[in-house]
């Protein structure tokens, strides 16, 4: 396989994760940092624009992972995918989006998926019992975060020999690197 072909492959993966349910590229984990901690959780890919190499992710404007990467903007994914044994761990840089694309996105969100965005009280606030919670009807909560690709690591396993690459989308540098 040509060095590029293992690359693009990479990015196709990612991109099918976000129309795809079943793929298993659709949840990668989003690492952020704030206080010296590193804080990992399960996202949902949801639009990925191979123009600028990145990829969309909706959260909660009261939720620890926006107030993490408002503070700190570096951040990264980890796409894992068992029956390819392939895993691409892509460092980047997170936006969050203007107010046009917030709404846009929120209008094609179905009616309990604009329900995940507006829990009361907020995320990770004490309550009384697992369901002690409301919805309020609004959608001021709802936030679009874009992750510009910074550079990216493949790998895949295999008993014939491992493979695996690495790319920066700055500089377009490509290489074969040691398993």
Known sequence: MQLSDFINQALKFI???????????????????????????????RK????????IIFTDRDSQKFNELQRNE????????AGKKMQVYIQGVAEIM???SR?????????SQKKDYQIEPPPKTNIQTH????????SDRFCCIKIFFKSMDILVLSNNGHQRAIYD???QKQDWVTP
């Open 103 to 111: 709404v846009l996105f929120w209008k094609n969100l179905s009616e």
């Open 15 to 45: 991109e099918r994760g976000t129309v795809d349910r079943k793929s298993k590229f659709r949840l990668p984990i989003l690492a952020s940092y704030h206080e010296n901690t590193i804080n990992q959780r399960i996202v949902i890919a």
């Open 169 to 171: 989308f700055k500089s």
């Open 131 to 138: 369901n002690d919670y409301q919805f309020k009807d609004t």
């Open 98 to 100: 203007d107010e046009d």
């Open 74 to 81: 570096s951040c990264s994914l980890l796409f894992w995918d």
């Open 48 to 55: 990925f624009d191979g123009n600028d190499n990145s990829l």
